[in-house]
DNA sequence: AATCACGTAACATATTGAGTTACATGAAAC
DNA sequence: GTTTCATGTAACTCAATATGTTACGTGATT
């Protein structure tokens, strides 16, 4: 496996949502070129924190269930169920090494600043502050297309 | 795999490194309850970068090509070939959704800070640093004992 | 010549995110 | 009530990669 990707699934999936009352996994997947059961999976944890939403049978799927300005992306990192941010870490967590416990204790300190900053700025931004930047991609996509049919 | 601890492993082999004029690749194993081959393929980027040199035969072993105070964990990683800091990352990198895009924008911004907070960091500690700390806490194991010895 | 120690290839192992299949459950439509 | 649709979940496979291990080659010292 390269890299962890399930925040920035879910991210797509939630601002996907945002855009429809309804959506099913299956539609999700295409959207996301993944599985369905990824999609189900993944998920399972948003609903557990009241996130989204999940109907079954006719006419059923996933909805949205929360106001996206108040949910940050930390707060989707935590329903995930906080999976690591760092490739890198200590060899041993309590090593009798009086050396290595230098080195762990200088280690820890960075890590720790880096975290709590990535943390931080997960924290300031909401899914309305990437709905709207969305929105903005899409005004700008048909700006540009109509500019392209005026030139032609 | 758990986590990437080769900078860690690296940095408490230079350590004992600092600690003796040579070292064999048995010795720091047993130091670091790894393998020999283990300590051999990590260490060759830092003989590359030129941080410590190896020599064969009787009497060899590794050897510091550096000063511990010009030395910073940055440089360390940077010798390691830089691998990645992070677990987490998106999951396209240039997609044609722009919900994507709007998805990758915002995580890339925060891993990117992130990712110069902790560079920072590891830019600012220097290998003497971490010898310094591992002499006090010897120093203060020292101390300990010997507070031990007069109460028995 | 023997021994020691590094250099490296090749293979095994373990972990983990992701993909996939299969089947059960429940809700709506007919 | 039966069919259809959609989620819930277990179980398996696949892929990537750090680490562990074995084996053998190379070069330096004794």
Redesign the interface.
């Known amino acids: 496996m ?8 879910t ?2 999936a939630l ?2 949502m945002a855009e429809r009352k309804t959506i099913t996994s299956e539609e999700l997947a295409a ?3 993944t599985n369905p059961v990824v999609v189900r999976r993944t998920m399972a944890g948003l609903r557990e924190a009241g996130l989204v939403r999940s109907e079954k049978g006719h006419g059923g799927g996933w909805s949205l269930a929360c106001d996206l300005a108040t949910v940050s ?1 930390a707060d989707v990192h935590a329903a995930l169920g906080e ?10 967590e309590s090593p009798g ?11 820890d ?3 720790r ?3 709590l ?2 943390l931080q ?2 924290g300031t ?1 909401s899914l309305a ?3 709207r ?2 929105q903005q ?2 005004a700008l ?1 048909r700006q540009k297309t109509k500019e392209q049919n005026h030139v032609g």
Chains 1, 2 share one sequence.
């Open positions: 390269k890299r962890d990707s399930r925040l920035s699934i991210l797509h601002l996907h959207c996301l070129s992306l999976p690591a941010f760092f490739a890198i870490g200590n060899r041993t090494c009086l050396v290595e416990q230098a080195v762990n204790a200088a280690m300190g960075a890590l600043e880096a975290e900053l990535l700025r997960l931004i502050d990437l709905s930047d969305f991609r899409m996509g």
